[in-house]
């Protein structure tokens, strides 16, 4: 893996960096092929719990590379390249372990995708998210208008698109489109807000987030089915075991993912 992404390990957590921040993080093919192969890996990595990823220098992401999006010459070469690209957005929906999305400076255009098509989205209290798509004539893409409209009243949707407008951290997380604001150091706040993930059950989390993220596309009975068929599998697992102990035995749980 080149020096585009970024991959170290500590305390159960994957960081995962975009590394171009020359061009301000903005999303070539290579890194998208690389996000989506340091994604995969930390999933199937036993001794990860929880993945954050976070942009190098001065911002998260400018979103797409518009020297990479000028040299394509035709409909085929555009559509390789917004696959690759969505493709980092579908890899984090199908991981079984939780994304956090660590923003600083500004998340813009697909990098304002990327950011809140992770689980969990934490920022400094200065950086902006912003919409930039309409600048350029373009629409949002990678599923910021669907994660938007889920989360915001559409006629907020549609102001915060179609101005172009910065959005603070602040006004985000007052709106509910991430999870904390932080003040101090980024990565030392990530590392903390993900400690729940860290201690928690691995795989009740895995169920957690895949029932959670296809709930609207379920019907009552449908979803009920579902939560019954994990529960029953749940509760034979050593983890619901050492739950149980520990919960009699006034301690913390060392779940294990089994």
Known sequence: MSEVVRVKKENKIAYISMNRPDKRNALSIEMADELVAALEEANQDDDVKA???YGEGKAFSAGGDLETINSLNNSVEIMKYMKRALAIIQTIRKLDKYVVSAVHGFAAGAG?????AAD???AQKDAKFVCSFTNVGIIPDLGLIKALAEKLPANLV????????????????EKGIINRVLEDDLLKGAAEFAQFIVDGPPLANQFVKQLVNHSQELTYDTN???????QTLLLQTEDNEEGIRAFFEKRKPSFKGK
């Open 112 to 116: 304002f995708s990327i950011a809140v």
């Open 120 to 122: 969990f989205v934490v």
């Open 158 to 173: 549609k102001e915060w698109i179609s101005s172009a407008r910065p959005i603070s951290a602040i006004v985000a997380h």
């Open 224 to 230: 009920d089915m579902q939560e019954t068929a994990v």
């Open 51 to 53: 993945i954050i990823l």
